[in-house]
């Protein structure tokens, strides 16, 4: 199950993750989402357990707790495709060049 970690502090560690989501079973992989070019904390992350069962375990108890001194949101992730969201191409005016006017 892959489960997705908000509201982390920018502190918290890929470590600090683990622990917390190993009381509840084999976690397989934990990611937190840091910036490219400053390299800092985005507050937010990944965690994969091998036992859905598990997962959902851990997503009921820390949903909505305190972790590393931030209320945190825990939930299942969903899968990329199924994200929504915005248009992630250009903007408007995109090929002309040059500064012109924009209606």
């Known amino acids: ?41 985005k507050g937010f992350g990944f965690v994969e357990m091998a036992n859905d069962e598990e997962g959902q375990a851990a997503i009921n108890d820390l949903n909505d707790q305190e972790f590393d001194g931030r209320t945190i949101v825990v939930k299942k992730a969903e899968p990329r495709e199924n994200r929504g969201g915005g248009n992630r191409g250009g903007g408007y005016n995109r090929g002309g060049g040059g500064g012109g006017n924009r209606y």
């Open 1 to 41: 199950m892959n489960i997705f970690v908000a509201k982390l502090n920018f502190d918290t560690t890929e470590s600090d993750l683990q622990q917390a989501f190993e009381a509840f079973g084999e976690v397989d992989s934990v990611k937190i989402i840091t910036d490219k070019f400053s390299g800092r904390s």
